[in-house]
Nanobody, 128 residues
């Protein structure tokens, strides 16, 4: 079991930056594949980024590639999402998620169904 708590959201102007954090409880964080998803009003939850347990492999949605960076600090049980060059279309609630399956990062990591645990979300609003 792992408990996830996101923080770092807020209101920012277009072109600005934010850094989201996801603090995880428990001693097995380093074994989990981790991901970030987002959900805008009236839309389905969509994949943003994912990272392997070691941090050596990362996946990104095309819409954020080159602007967002996912990273993790296993010693601090924390996942990060650095968001630069933010656009109004990035406005959403951002969720972190943990996949406890030992298979690791794989093609299914793009889908919410691959993840076992979710945080409560943090709001990101980008004004034009």
């Amino acid at each position: 079991q792992v408990h996830l708590v996101e923080s770092g959201g807020g209101l920012v102007q277009a072109g600005g930056s934010l850094r989201l954090s996801c603090a995880a409880s428990g001693r097995t964080f380093s074994r989990y594949t981790m991901g970030w998803f987002r959900q805008a009003p009236g839309k389905e939850r969509e994949f943003v980024a994912a990272i392997s347990w070691s941090g050596g492999t990362r996946y990104y949605a095309d819409s954020v590639k080159g602007r967002f960076t996912i990273s993790r600090d296993n010693a601090k049980n924390t996942l990060y999402l650095q968001m630069n060059s933010l656009k109004p279309e990035d406005t959403a609630i951002y969720y972190c998620a943990a996949d406890q399956n030992p298979r690791g990062l794989y093609s299914g990591s793009y889908f919410a169904s691959a993840y076992d645990y979710w945080g409560q979300g943090t709001q990101v609003t980008v004004s034009s």
